[in-house]
C-alpha cells in the first residue's frame, strides 16, 4: 500500500461530467489499496474569470482581497470533488489550504510555502478518508491572512503535500500524455519521454515548456519527491522526473546511454531591448542593469556588441518577458542623459529556442549540431546563450516553429508518427 499524492488542473475538473470522472479515478486508486491525497485547481477557467470581475470592480484590487477571491476558485472544486467520491461510497473530505497546514510568507499573489503542517490530512488518512486539498494556497501566520501562490500554485501545492506527508510518488493529472521532446503542437514528431531527470525538467520548465511548473519542479528537486506527470484522459503511463543521479544509475543498468539531449523548448513570451550607443567604458553594464532590475524585469540572456573603436561606443541587448519589456524601457528612458546611451530599440518578434541535455557535461559538438542545423534552415541567429545542460539561442519569432523541427531531427529526437495532440492546454 502506497500513500499517492495526485493534483488535477483546471481542464481536468472543468464540469460536472469531468469532476465525477476525476472522482472515478480517484476512487480506482483507492480500490487499488493506497492512501490518496489530492491537490485540486479551480475548474476551468476560474481563476481567469474572477481576476476579470476583480478588475471590472477596481483598477488595481487589493491585493488581500483579491487572494481572498481567487482562493475561493479551488474551495469549489475541492468540495464538488469530495461530493462526487462521496456518492461513490467512499469517504472523502475537503480542505483549505489552512486547513491542510500550508504555511506560506505573506506575499499576496506570490506566496511561498514556508512550513507544511498536514496535521488534519493524517488524522483524515487515519481514519480511511481520501483527502482533497484546495490547490494553489495558504495562510500566513503574522497577518493571519490567506495567500495564494501565483499562476499554476497547484503543482507546487501537490508537491509540498507529497514532501511533507512522505508520499511515494506524486501524480501530476493534466490534458497532455507526458512531458514531451518537443510542444507537439510546434513540433509534430515529438516524443513523449518515458523519463526525464529533474535538472533537465527545471531547465525545459525555466525556456518554455509548460507542462509542469519550475517551482513545482524545483521543490520536488529540494525534498527529492518523485513527480509523474500523466493525462487524466487516458490510462497509459506519463513521465517519471527523477532525481539526476537515478537516471544516471537507470541508463547504466538497462546498458544503454541516454540521449545527449532530452527535449527542445520554445518561447514567444519574450522581448528584445537594444541599449544603442553605450559609452564603452567600464561601469556602463553596472549602470544599465541596475536600473532595469530597478523595475523589476527579469533579465534573462545579454549581448555586447565590440565597440567601434572609432566611436568609442557599443551596444547592448538583453531579452526579458515582454510583459515586463515597457516598464523597463521606461525607466531606462528616464536615465539616458545620466547613462550615455544614444537610443533604445524594443523588439517583440522573437522566438528563444533551447535544447536541453544533462549528456552535453561530457559530449563535445552538440552546439555544432544546432548551429548547422539553423543554418540548413536559414534560420539566422541572433544571440546565443549557454549553461551547462542547455544551448539557447534567440531567432525570428516567425522562424521559431521551424527551427524547433529542424533541430528535434538534427539531434535524433523525432518519433517514428506524429503525436497525438488533444485540444489540451498542458493544465
Ligand atoms: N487556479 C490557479 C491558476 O489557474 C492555480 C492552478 O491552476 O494551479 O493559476
Ligand atoms: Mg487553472
Known amino acids: 500500500m502506497a500513500l499517492i499524492v495526485q493534483k488535477y488542473g483546471g481542464s481536468s475538473v472543468a464540469d460536472a461530467e469531468s469532476i465525477k470522472r476525476v472522482a472515478k479515478?480517484?476512487?480506482?486508486?483507492?480500490?487499488?489499496?493506497?492512501?490518496?491525497?489530492v491537490a485540486v485547481s479551480a475548474m476551468g477557467?476560474?481563476?481567469?474569470?474572477?481576476?476579470?470581475?476583480?478588475?471590472?470592480?477596481?483598477?488595481?484590487?487589493?491585493?488581500?482581497?483579491?487572494?481572498?477571491?481567487?482562493?475561493?476558485?479551488?474551495?469549489?472544486?475541492?468540495?464538488?470533488?469530495?461530493?462526487?467520491?462521496?456518492?461513490?461510497?467512499?469517504?472523502?473530505?475537503?480542505?483549505?489550504?489552512?486547513?491542510?497546514?500550508?504555511?506560506?510568507?505573506?506575499?499576496?499573489?506570490?506566496?511561498?510555502?514556508?512550513?507544511?503542517?498536514?496535521?488534519?490530512?493524517?488524522?483524515a488518512l487515519d481514519e480511511g478518508a481520501i483527502v482533497i486539498v484546495a490547490g494553489f494556497q495558504g495562510f500566513n501566520?503574522?497577518?493571519?491572512?490567506?495567500?495564494t501562490l501565483g499562476r499554476g500554485g497547484s503543482d507546487t501545492t501537490a508537491v509540498a503535500l507529497a514532501a511533507a506527508l512522505e508520499a511515494d510518488v506524486c501524480e501530476i493529472y493534466s490534458d497532455v500524455d507526458g512531458i514531451f521532446t518537443a510542444?507537439?503542437?510546434?513540433?509534430?514528431?515529438?516524443?513523449?519521454?518515458d523519463r526525464i531527470s529533474s535538472e533537465?525538467?527545471?531547465?525545459?520548465?525555466?525556456?518554455?515548456?509548460?507542462?509542469?511548473?519550475?517551482?513545482?519542479?524545483?521543490?520536488?528537486?529540494?525534498?527529492?519527491?518523485?513527480?509523474?506527470?500523466?493525462?487524466?484522459?487516458?490510462?497509459?503511463?506519463?513521465?517519471?522526473?527523477?532525481?539526476?543521479?537515478?537516471?544516471?544509475?537507470?541508463?547504466?543498468?538497462?546498458?544503454m546511454e541516454e540521449p545527449i539531449v532530452a527535449g527542445v523548448a520554445t518561447d514567444l513570451g519574450q522581448a528584445k531591448?537594444?541599449?544603442?550607443?553605450?559609452?564603452?567604458?567600464?561601469?556602463?553594464?553596472?549602470?544599465?542593469?541596475?536600473?532595469?532590475?530597478?523595475?523589476?524585469?527579469?533579465?534573462?540572456?545579454?549581448?555586447?556588441n565590440v565597440s567601434a573603436a572609432s566611436t568609442g561606443r557599443t551596444d547592448i541587448s538583453f531579452t526579458l518577458p515582454k510583459s515586463e519589456a515597457s516598464t523597463a524601457l521606461k525607466a531606462l528612458a528616464g536615465e539616458q542623459a545620466e547613462i550615455g546611451f544614444e537610443s533604445l530599440v524594443h523588439d517583440d518578434q522573437i522566438g528563444k529556442l533551447s535544447v536541453v541535455g544533462a549528456g552535453m557535461r561530457t559530449?563535445?559538438?552538440?552546439?555544432?549540431t544546432l548551429f548547422e542545423a539553423l543554418s540548413v534552415a536559414g534560420v539566422n541567429i541572433e544571440m546565443i546563450s549557454t549553461s551547462e545542460i542547455r544551448i539557447s539561442v534567440v531567432v525570428r519569432g516567425d522562424e521559431l516553429a521551424e527551427a524547433a523541427r529542424v533541430v528535434h531531427t538534427a539531434y535524433g529526437l523525432d518519433g517514428d508518427a506524429d503525436a497525438v495532440v488533444h485540444a489540451g492546454t498542458g493544465r
Not at 480517484?26 to 491525497?37: E, K, L, Y
Not at 477596481?58 to 461530493?83: F, W
Open 25 to 37: 479515478r480517484i476512487v480506482d486508486t483507492r480500490r487499488a489499496g493506497h492512501d490518496v491525497v
Open 45 to 123: 477557467d476560474t481563476t481567469d474569470e474572477l481576476l476579470d470581475l476583480a478588475g471590472q470592480v477596481a483598477p488595481i484590487p487589493a491585493p488581500r482581497e483579491l487572494d481572498m477571491l481567487l482562493s475561493s476558485g479551488e474551495r469549489i472544486s475541492m468540495a464538488l470533488l469530495a461530493m462526487a467520491i462521496h456518492s461513490m461510497g467512499f469517504e472523502a473530505r475537503s480542505f483549505t489550504g489552512s486547513q491542510a497546514g500550508m504555511i506560506t510568507d505573506a506575499t499576496h499573489g506570490a506566496a511561498r510555502i514556508v512550513d507544511v503542517t498536514p496535521v488534519r490530512l493524517r488524522e
Open 141 to 147: 501566520r503574522d497577518t493571519r491572512d490567506i495567500t
Open 183 to 193: 510542444d507537439p503542437r510546434v513540433v509534430p514528431k515529438a516524443r513523449k519521454l
Open 200 to 255: 533537465e525538467m527545471l531547465e525545459l520548465a525555466a525556456n518554455g515548456a509548460k507542462v509542469l511548473y519550475i517551482r513545482a519542479v524545483e521543490y520536488a528537486r529540494r525534498h527529492g519527491v518523485l513527480i509523474h506527470a500523466r493525462s487524466t484522459f487516458s490510462s497509459s503511463e506519463g513521465t517519471l522526473v527523477i532525481d539526476s543521479r537515478r537516471a544516471e544509475l537507470l541508463a547504466q543498468g538497462e546498458h
Open 273 to 304: 531591448v537594444t541599449v544603442v550607443g553605450v559609452p564603452d567604458v567600464p561601469g556602463k553594464a553596472a549602470e544599465i542593469f541596475k536600473v532595469v532590475a530597478k523595475s523589476g524585469a527579469n533579465v534573462d540572456m545579454i549581448v555586447q
Open 363 to 368: 559530449h563535445s559538438g552538440v552546439s555544432a
